[in-house]
């Protein structure tokens, strides 16, 4: 579903993002991307969106070349995609529902089944309830299920989400990772790059581990504990904050 | 179909609730279009009725042949042979000098002056219609008919009317060039407005197009708002000059009667009204393009 062919990003800073990087997400795999802050999570995960461009390597999605791809073939690809953006980037000029609403907009659904489908993605979050509240009233959690229900309304096959818990308590976070979990019985391929140990260690699934911008590991089998957390920086955890690596 | 047309009924509708978001602004930038556009318009409008007039009064370029006072009937005689038989003239028409006072008398009202001067001191003429009507035709046979023996003037009747001709061309080239330059500043105007839209609505342009906006979604909303105000400030246009033109009535009639004319203001027609409305959405919709274009390449790079 996703393919990473020997992919580099330099930023025209001159700051090497990713070097080398390659790796394959099979069709309904979920994954989850680690390393510290500056490791490269983030552009890996645009390079998917084609948000950013690769400067050498290719990247396939859907055995599409996306790091090929014109400017007006964007759209198309993104519709395709589900992310869950870092800062949220949600919209709060309008309430919850049409947070939601606007993806459906954009690919031109009629009212009646975009309504329908934007509850459905609501309830599947738990945010039915506050459909006509402005997003700025909600809560970080409430905020991080809302970027998900927008995500997700479209009923993308692949999602993307960048530090869905970052700023979440540990009982948040595994909200958050359940629905996530249901995304993935039903078939969706997702990717999320996390830094948050306590979702790595209760959540048994595979995780490709980044630091300076190269492939540390990819494991198709859970990681211990020990493992992750010399690969990632875990300042939420107090468990490890004691072996942060220097 | 019909469900595409209600998405763009209703974009349509956010665009025109945008105008009016803020009130006060939105209305100045409705009036600076509709006094941009009503200047070029409103002279336009005089021009054309200059130029009618000018039309109406002068008609077809004639030569006013008067006989001397002492012509003797055989003289005359001779000399209407010698019009009627002149390859360059189309027709002559003799107008006696009694039919000529009676005229005088009924077209400018001056009968009392008349029937104070005792003897009609009006000479027999010719009135000459040529053939060929430029300019330089007309004053060689001018020249020519003032040479024969029993005339004692030859005067070219529409000389004032070129004069005039050439006076509207230069107004009319004139108004062209305001036309033109106020049309940029309205697009400037509406480029403008419509940066400082997008600069509020930011956020919706990179998530929309992050989560899959064509640019043709993003820009849609602007270039109706563009359009729509370009339409409100047309039709601002439009009232500017007809209310003026009310104002401009009263006082033009009271000037007319004492000329003795029947001259009123034409009103903009049917065709002239759209198209300028036509323009005003054509130049809102031009500088909302141009706008969000400029965006949408520097978000590219």
Redesign the interface.
């Known amino acids: 579903m996703i393919t990473f062919n020997q992919v580099s990003k330099r930023y025209s800073s001159g700051f090497e993002a990713l070097k080398q990087v390659s790796f394959e997400l099979e069709k309904g795999e979920m994954a989850f991307l680690t390393g510290h802050s500056g490791a490269g999570k983030s552009t890996l995960l645009k390079l998917i969106a084609a948000i950013e461009r690769p400067n050498s390597g290719s990247v396939l999605v859907n055995n599409q070349n996306v790091s090929a791809l014109k400017r007006a073939a964007l759209p198309y690809l993104r519709r395709n995609l589900g992310i869950i953006f870092q800062d949220h980037k949600l919209l709060f000029d309008r309430n919850v529902f049409d947070n939601v609403l606007l993806p459906l907009q954009i690919c031109g659904f009629d009212h009646r089944e975009s309504s329908k489908r934007v509850r459905a993605a609501l309830d599947k979050v738990g945010l039915l309830k506050r459909e006509k509240t402005n997003p700025i009233a909600l809560s970080g959690g409430e905020q991080q299920r809302l970027c998900i229900a927008r995500a997700i309304v479209n009923r993308p096959s692949i999602l993307l989400a960048d530090e869905p818990t970052g700023n979440l308590d540990a009982e948040y976070a595994q909200e958050i990772m359940n629905i996530f979990k249901s995304f993935h019985q039903v078939g969706v391929t997702l990717l999320i790059s996390t830094h948050d140990a306590g979702v790595l260690r209760d959540n048994q699934i595979r995780v490709i581990a980044l630091k300076q911008g190269e492939i540390q590991t990819s494991t198709a089998t859970p990681i211990s504990d020990e493992q992750h957390v010399e690969q990632t920086c875990l300042p939420t955890h107090p468990a490890t904050e004691e072996n942060e690596p220097a | 179909m019909m469900?595409?047309l209600?998405?763009k009924f209703s974009t349509l509708l956010i665009a025109f609730r945008r105008i009016f978001a803020s009130p006060v602004a939105g209305i100045l930038n409705i009036l600076v279009i509709g006094i941009a556009l009503s200047l070029p318009t409103g002279m336009y409008l005089l021009l054309q009725n200059a130029q009618g007039l000018v039309a109406q009064i002068s008609g077809a370029p004639q030569i006013s042949l008067f006989l001397a006072m002492d012509t003797t009937q055989e003289e005359a005689g001779k000399l209407r042979k010698q019009l009627g038989q002149h390859n360059r003239i189309a027709n002559a028409e003799f107008i006696s000098r009694g039919l000529a006072l009676e005229k005088l008398k009924e077209s400018t009202g001056l009968e009392d002056v008349i029937a104070g001067l005792g003897n009609n001191p009006l000479p027999d003429a010719y009135i000459i219609t040529p053939k060929q009507t430029d300019a330089k035709s007309l004053e060689d046979l001018r020249n020519e008919l003032q040479r024969l023996p029993a005339v004692e003037h030859a005067q070219l009747d529409s000389a004032w009317a070129y004069k005039m001709e050439a006076l509207l061309e230069f107004a009319r080239i004139a108004v062209l060039i305001l036309a033109s330059l106020l049309s940029l500043g309205l697009i400037a105007i509406t480029f403008n407005t419509i940066r400082l839209q997008i600069l509020t609505q930011d956020?919706?342009i990179?998530?929309?197009?992050?989560?899959?906006?064509?640019?043709a979604?993003i820009r849609r909303p602007f270039l109706y708002f563009g359009a729509m105000q370009g339409l409100i400030g047309g039709i601002a246009a439009w009232l500017i000059i007809a209310i003026s033109l009310l104002f401009l009535k009263a006082p033009l009639a009271t000037l007319s009667q004492l000329y003795a004319s029947n001259f009123t203001l034409h009103p903009l027609s049917m065709a002239d009204s759209f198209s300028l409305l036509l323009f005003s959405v054509y130049l809102g919709w031009l500088g909302a393009w141009l706008s969000v274009g400029r965006h949408l390449s520097r978000m590219?790079h």
Do not use: C, R
């Not at chain 2, 990179?206 to 640019?215: K, N």
């Open positions: 469900h595409a209600a998405q956020d919706e990179q998530v929309s197009g992050l989560i899959g906006a064509t640019d979604f590219a």
